[in-house]
């Protein structure tokens, strides 16, 4: 009968089989991973150096667009309501004081067509207005996209149109 305590069943009384041999046992049998090799180290800096300026680029982009988005948005409403003031017989003058009020009064905004109805504008008249605005990027993404690029994106413009029918 062989010996309990022999060499050839040492390792077999771990539970552990051979394949696993790379995992060491210590304390209460529990096993660990041996400890990683020393030329590792910095590893995570030199990824996120790498990922980082992507991430920002992306990041960057989110932001402008969405602000973008929004001005643009609320560009579009302004000379929609404007137009449908227009349509309601309204001046020009109250036709811009009501796109500054919604748009806000520090911005300033270029009218390139403000057409109201009158007392007697007839059927298949519209009330048109087409205004426009500057778009101020606050992220770094517009410079470097003309360091890299060599466009110039300096003034963005944005454009809306509202056309309403006049109602008589």
Same mark, same amino acid.
């Given at each position: 009968m062989p010996? &309990?305590?022999?060499?050839?069943? +040492?390792? +077999? &009384?771990?539970?552990?089989?051979?394949?696993? *041999?790379? /995992?060491s046992l210590k304390g209460r049998g529990v096993p660990r991973v041996? &400890?990683?090799a020393r030329n590792d180290r910095g590893v995570a800096a030199l990824e996120t *150096?790498?990922?980082?300026?992507? =991430? =920002? =680029?992306?990041? /960057?982009?989110?932001?402008?667009? #969405?602000?973008? =988005?929004?001005? /643009?948005?609320q560009l579009t409403e302004a000379a929609r309501e404007g137009a449908r003031l227009g349509a309601l017989n309204g001046s020009v003058t109250d036709v811009k004081a009501k796109i500054s009020g919604i748009v806000g009064t520090s911005v300033t905004l270029t009218y390139t067509t403000a057409t109201v109805c009158t007392a007697g504008s007839g059927i298949g008249v519209d009330s048109k207005i087409v205004v426009q605005r500057t778009y101020d990027p606050i992220t770094p993404l517009v410079a470097l996209v003309q360091v890299v690029? #060599?466009?110039?994106? *300096?003034?963005?413009?944005?454009? *809306?149109?509202?056309?309403?029918?006049?109602? #008589?």
């Open positions: 010996d &309990r305590h022999s060499s050839r069943n +040492r390792t +077999r &009384r771990t539970g552990w089989p051979e394949c696993c *041999a790379w /995992f041996k &400890r990683r *150096a790498i990922v980082m300026p992507v =991430l =920002l =680029l992306i990041m /960057f982009g989110i932001i402008d667009m #969405g602000r973008m =988005l929004q001005q /643009f948005i690029g #060599g466009q110039n994106m *300096a003034t963005i413009t944005l454009s *809306a149109t509202g056309v309403m029918s006049c109602v #008589g």
